[in-house]
Protein backbone atom coordinates (compact mmCIF):
# COMPACT_ATOMS: atom_id res chain seq x y z
CA UNK A 1 0.00 0.00 0.00
CA UNK A 2 1.16 3.49 -1.14
CA UNK A 3 0.39 6.40 1.25
CA UNK A 4 0.57 9.83 -0.37
CA UNK A 5 0.44 12.20 2.63
CA UNK A 6 -1.81 15.40 1.76
CA UNK A 7 -1.55 19.11 3.01
CA UNK A 8 -4.17 18.07 5.93
CA UNK A 9 -2.25 16.21 8.27
CA UNK A 10 -4.06 12.99 8.83
CA UNK A 11 -6.43 12.78 5.85
CA UNK A 12 -4.12 10.34 3.62
CA UNK A 13 -4.66 9.02 -0.23
CA UNK A 14 -4.23 5.34 -0.42
CA UNK A 15 -2.98 3.30 -3.46
CA UNK A 16 -3.52 -0.30 -3.04
CA UNK A 17 -1.11 -2.56 -4.72
CA UNK A 18 -3.32 -3.66 -7.81
CA UNK A 19 -2.44 -7.29 -9.48
CA UNK A 20 -4.23 -7.73 -12.70
CA UNK A 21 -3.97 -9.77 -15.37
CA UNK A 22 -6.50 -10.65 -19.10
CA UNK A 23 -8.59 -12.24 -16.45
CA UNK A 24 -9.14 -9.03 -14.63
CA UNK A 25 -7.65 -7.98 -11.45
CA UNK A 26 -6.83 -8.25 -7.32
CA UNK A 27 -6.57 -5.77 -5.00
CA UNK A 28 -6.25 -6.15 -1.01
CA UNK A 29 -8.52 -2.91 0.27
CA UNK A 30 -8.78 -3.48 3.93
CA UNK A 31 -6.39 -5.34 6.23
CA UNK A 32 -6.15 -4.59 9.82
CA UNK A 33 -2.41 -5.45 10.38
CA UNK A 34 -1.28 -3.61 6.82
CA UNK A 35 -3.24 -0.26 7.81
CA UNK A 36 -1.85 -0.90 11.47
CA UNK A 37 1.35 -0.54 10.15
CA UNK A 38 1.11 2.34 8.71
CA UNK A 39 -0.04 4.24 11.15
CA UNK A 40 -4.20 3.31 10.69
CA UNK A 41 -5.06 1.11 13.72
CA UNK A 42 -8.47 1.31 13.08
CA UNK A 43 -11.53 -0.16 14.18
CA UNK A 44 -14.42 0.06 11.37
CA UNK A 45 -17.69 -0.50 12.79
CA UNK A 46 -19.93 -0.33 9.89
CA UNK A 47 -19.85 -0.42 6.01
CA UNK A 48 -21.74 2.06 3.61
CA UNK A 49 -22.45 2.11 -0.31
CA UNK A 50 -24.23 4.79 -2.08
CA UNK A 51 -24.53 5.05 -5.62
CA UNK A 52 -24.76 8.38 -7.22
CA UNK A 53 -25.66 9.76 -10.84
CA UNK A 54 -23.46 12.34 -12.98
CA UNK A 55 -23.49 15.59 -11.27
CA UNK A 56 -24.74 14.97 -7.79
CA UNK A 57 -23.00 16.22 -4.82
CA UNK A 58 -23.27 14.65 -1.45
CA UNK A 59 -21.79 16.81 1.54
CA UNK A 60 -19.92 18.27 3.52
CA UNK A 61 -21.24 15.92 6.40
CA UNK A 62 -19.82 14.71 9.48
CA UNK A 63 -21.27 13.66 12.88
CA UNK A 64 -21.23 15.64 15.85
CA UNK A 65 -20.12 13.64 19.49
CA UNK A 66 -20.23 10.55 17.48
CA UNK A 67 -17.73 11.31 15.29
CA UNK A 68 -16.90 8.83 11.96
CA UNK A 69 -13.51 8.14 10.52
CA UNK A 70 -14.11 6.83 6.99
CA UNK A 71 -11.97 4.89 4.44
CA UNK A 72 -13.64 5.73 1.31
CA UNK A 73 -13.06 4.72 -2.11
CA UNK A 74 -15.13 4.43 -5.49
CA UNK A 75 -15.88 0.51 -7.01
CA UNK A 76 -17.54 2.17 -10.21
CA UNK A 77 -17.27 5.31 -11.85
CA UNK A 78 -15.27 8.19 -10.69
CA UNK A 79 -16.09 11.21 -8.26
CA UNK A 80 -13.99 14.25 -6.81
CA UNK A 81 -13.79 13.32 -2.98
CA UNK A 82 -13.31 16.40 -0.46
CA UNK A 83 -12.46 16.49 3.48
CA UNK A 84 -12.89 19.64 5.27
CA UNK A 85 -11.08 20.55 8.22
CA UNK A 86 -13.86 21.22 11.38
CA UNK A 87 -11.54 21.09 14.19
CA UNK A 88 -11.70 24.54 15.39
CA UNK A 89 -8.40 24.04 17.93
CA UNK A 90 -6.50 23.48 14.17
CA UNK A 91 -4.34 25.77 12.35
CA UNK A 92 -6.02 24.28 9.56
CA UNK A 93 -9.44 24.46 10.39
CA UNK A 94 -11.74 25.40 7.27
CA UNK A 95 -8.68 24.21 4.90
CA UNK A 96 -10.15 21.55 2.61
CA UNK A 97 -8.16 18.75 0.06
CA UNK A 98 -9.76 16.76 -2.75
CA UNK A 99 -8.60 14.66 -5.39
CA UNK A 100 -10.78 11.91 -7.69
CA UNK A 101 -11.32 8.92 -6.88
CA UNK A 102 -12.53 6.32 -9.40
CA UNK A 103 -12.71 2.38 -10.30
CA UNK A 104 -10.10 3.10 -12.80
CA UNK A 105 -7.26 4.40 -10.25
CA UNK A 106 -8.45 2.76 -7.06
CA UNK A 107 -7.26 5.37 -4.88
CA UNK A 108 -8.96 5.36 -1.40
CA UNK A 109 -8.67 8.23 1.08
CA UNK A 110 -8.91 8.42 4.87
CA UNK A 111 -10.95 10.90 6.51
CA UNK A 112 -10.14 11.02 10.34
CA UNK A 113 -13.14 11.92 12.75
CA UNK A 114 -12.97 15.58 13.25
CA UNK A 115 -12.97 16.42 9.80
CA UNK A 116 -16.30 17.14 7.07
CA UNK A 117 -16.99 14.88 3.89
CA UNK A 118 -18.16 14.95 0.62
CA UNK A 119 -18.50 14.49 -3.24
CA UNK A 120 -19.06 15.32 -6.64
CA UNK A 121 -20.30 13.08 -9.30
CA UNK A 122 -17.76 13.25 -12.06
CA UNK A 123 -18.93 9.68 -14.70
CA UNK A 124 -22.49 8.81 -15.62
CA UNK A 125 -22.92 7.07 -12.31
CA UNK A 126 -20.56 5.88 -8.99
CA UNK A 127 -20.56 3.43 -6.79
CA UNK A 128 -19.20 4.87 -3.54
CA UNK A 129 -18.46 2.76 -0.66
CA UNK A 130 -17.15 3.26 2.82
CA UNK A 131 -16.07 2.19 6.20
CA UNK A 132 -16.71 4.44 9.53
CA UNK A 133 -15.58 3.84 12.47
CA UNK A 134 -19.11 5.11 14.44
CA UNK A 135 -22.12 4.05 13.86
CA UNK A 136 -24.46 6.64 12.11
CA UNK A 137 -26.47 8.37 14.44
CA UNK A 138 -28.81 10.50 13.17
CA UNK A 139 -28.91 12.81 16.41
CA UNK A 140 -25.10 14.28 15.62
CA UNK A 141 -25.52 14.67 12.21
CA UNK A 142 -23.90 17.86 10.79
CA UNK A 143 -22.82 19.34 7.81
CA UNK A 144 -21.69 22.31 6.06
CA UNK A 145 -22.76 24.17 2.31
CA UNK A 146 -20.44 22.48 -0.40
CA UNK A 147 -20.31 26.36 -1.64
CA UNK A 148 -19.26 27.86 1.69
CA UNK A 149 -17.03 30.53 0.48
CA UNK A 150 -14.72 30.48 3.48
CA UNK A 151 -13.87 27.22 2.75
CA UNK A 152 -13.46 28.00 -0.55
CA UNK A 153 -13.61 24.31 -2.34
CA UNK A 154 -12.87 23.84 -6.22
CA UNK A 155 -15.18 21.84 -7.55
CA UNK A 156 -14.76 20.66 -10.76
CA UNK A 157 -18.36 21.27 -12.22
CA UNK A 158 -19.62 21.23 -15.67
CA UNK A 159 -23.28 22.72 -14.48
CA UNK A 160 -25.37 22.93 -11.54
CA UNK A 161 -24.95 20.09 -8.91
CA UNK A 162 -27.88 17.89 -7.81
CA UNK A 163 -28.06 18.63 -4.17
CA UNK A 164 -30.46 16.60 -1.48
CA UNK A 165 -33.33 18.64 -0.25
CA UNK A 166 -30.87 18.00 3.39
CA UNK A 167 -28.13 19.47 1.73
CA UNK A 168 -29.69 22.55 0.02
CA UNK A 169 -30.45 23.35 3.80
CA UNK A 170 -26.86 23.43 5.36
CA UNK A 171 -25.33 26.34 6.80
CA UNK A 172 -22.20 28.02 6.29
CA UNK A 173 -19.58 27.00 8.37
CA UNK A 174 -19.60 30.99 9.99
CA UNK A 175 -23.00 29.56 11.65
CA UNK A 176 -22.64 25.84 12.08
CA UNK A 177 -21.91 23.46 14.98
CA UNK A 178 -18.32 22.28 14.41
CA UNK A 179 -15.74 20.56 16.57
CA UNK A 180 -13.62 22.43 19.38
Known sequence: MQ?????????????????GD???????????QTFADLGLDLD?????HSRSAKGVLRGLHYQLNQPQGK???VVSGAVFDVAVDL?????????????ELSAENQRMMWIPPGFGHGFLVLSDSADFLY?????????????IRWDDPQIGV???????????????????IKDAEVYP
Do not use: H, M
Not at 87 to 99: E, L
Not at 154 to 172: C, G, N, R, V, Y
Open 131 to 143: KTTAYYASQWDRG
Open 154 to 172: QWPLEATPTLSIKDQALPF
Open 87 to 99: RQSSPNFGQWVGY
Open 71 to 73: LVR
Open 3 to 19: VVETPLPGVRLLEPRVF
Open 22 to 32: ARGFFLESWNR
Open 44 to 48: FVQDN
